[in-house]
């Protein structure tokens, strides 16, 4: 397998964006991947182009991987579109990674774009929460905010985890948000606030869940010995791993883990010949706290019970031993559904290059950072593992 | 816009639905509810159909605030507010996510018991849906 390489990464904020169209922001999210290439580069070489998307912005466009790859200027690049729900640009990442690794091409892109702003309410609560066991999940009485809370109300009863340590999460992501331009909400949230907000689904409040957001995000990827010529800092792709499971909640033996993660992370863990303790800053798919929780076990950077402990005794924040979510994660970065898998490695990309224009949120000298992009409830999991420019 | 089950295969499916039938796999005896093509515990493809006693414990459960349930129950929270759901472990083995009723929400916890009972869900193209949900079961 040929070496990969990241050498140009880029997303556009995260925002409510009713104003603008699919295309503008999927054009605007290339424009800042290709101007991020340091020594120029022209699109036109790019011969594949995945795009994640849950469903175009409800609109179930057909052929949209060619429309959008048109309007961001790469006509001509076989463009498709990947769905699989929150994880379709995690999966788009992995399929671009394999084009160039298996050698079948020089530079593929792999991106993602939602935009949830466009319909009316009613008509976004049916395309919204249709990535579980439809039949038998939503239509008994529950979609994601009450999935994730029986999996919250299980772990707290399994694992003593605290009502406290699960709002933790999102304490501290909108911390690392405030500093952060690309960023959805960019006020901080106490652990007091967090716990007085209005209850979504007993035990997960307001605070606990992502909002309505528009976005996308686009990487650039090319031979390892190519990469050289265009940038100074290109960022390995060492480790690559995807995995699925049953989709409904009931039909897992154990619903305070997914399988599909421990899955992906063990390909990557393997591909990338390292440990979780060799992990020095991560990206999580926090689309829930909870989610977080469950995020550090089946990444092997602790025990279940072990989970709530390492949010509260700060190991996971900006400045602790393994900083997660220091872009603000899903719950403040932002959650456009098919954009925040390649979002999180355009956070990656630019942590590992030292390159984050904010420097009040840079991690120094991290050398490995994970990614972990998780569909639905567990049904699909993609994680990837870069390595810093030496 | 709502997420649909046509009335043809919801009318197939009320075996299922409303007696708890589930698939018992002909090889292995392992049980299959909701119903698949796949025993999902050997891969086997023949099945009988038999009836789940629809008698379990709740396995972990929730309280859905007003808005906060799919839109196809919208209906039903703006009589009822709050909508409790839950996992239950049945007897024989599978799970099953349903809607807890007859039970105050202060009354739930993990390992209640409880019983099976057929209850109406939610309306569509004016038809009544009906469906299984969970009510305490006074003698387990
Ligand atoms: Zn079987």
Redesign the pocket.
Known sequence: MTRVAIIGAGQTPFRVRPDATLKELFAAAVEAAVSDIRHGFDPQEIEEAYIGSLATGGSQLGNFGPLMAENAGLTGAAAQRVENACASSGFAFRDAVMAVASGRVRFALAGGIEKMSDLPRARNRGWLGVSGDVEWERLAGTNFPGIYAMIARRHMYEHGTTRGQIAGVAVKNRSHAVANPKAQLRKPLSLEDALAAPMLADPLGFCDACGITDGASAVILCRWEDAGALTDRPVEVVGSGVGSDVVALHDRAVCTRLDAVRRAAQQAYASAEVEPADIDIAEVHDCFTIAELLAYADLGFCSEEEAGRLLDEGETRLGGRLPVNVSGGLIAKGHPIGATGTGQITELVHQLRGSVAETERQVPDARYGLAHNVGGSGGSAAVHILKAPA | MTSYISLPLYAASIGQRLRLEAAR?S??G?FTYPQRPV?Q??H?RSFSAERLSGRGRLHTYTVIAPGGAPAEFDHQQAMTGALAVGIIDLVEGPRLTAQLADVEVEDLHIGLAMRAVVRRLYDQEGVIRYGTKFVPDEAP
């Open positions: 796999c090889d292995c392992a025993c515990n050997c086997g």
